[in-house]
């Protein structure tokens, strides 16, 4: 992604009346640039390199309130930490519970489910960035752990 698509970003937060500081420039151009997720503590180290003067406590207000502004998400994949990542960057993952692989799986995956959900129980699930635990093929292949 590019330095458009950071000011495009930074152009919504404007919109919904947010402030476009030194340090929301920086997560939001942290966040741009990776291709995958960033914990936020990736995320700190990212913005500080750049921007030592920038605190790590303004790095996860900022996250919290790009999430708020419907900007960025984050989801927990597997055991570790919550990643961040761009709004709209909508994956689902299959998480191993024994190897910690995280494979990609591709969206729409879950619509049978999410239409299922709306039409008999009358929820409106928010299936965009979900991990599923589990055990990968090479796990169970392998001796119990």
Known sequence: MSGQAVEEV?????ERGGRVTVGRRAVVEALV???G??????????????HPDVHAS?????????????LVTHTHVGHGAAV????GDDRLHLACDRCGE????????????ED?????LGFEATLRHIAVPG???ACSRAAPP
């Open 10 to 14: 930074l152009a919504v937060l404007r």
């Open 33 to 35: 640039e990776t291709t």
């Open 37 to 50: 997720h960033m914990r936020a503590e990736d995320v700190v180290t990212r913005v500080q390199a750049g």
């Open 58 to 70: 303004t790095v996860y207000r900022t996250l919290e309130s790009l999430e708020e502004a419907g």
């Open 84 to 87: 961040w990542h761009l709004a």
């Open 102 to 113: 995280v494979v990609h799986i591709p969206p729409g995956l879950f619509d049978e489910v």
């Open 116 to 120: 299922h959900l709306r039409h008999s």
């Open 135 to 137: 055990v990968c093929m």
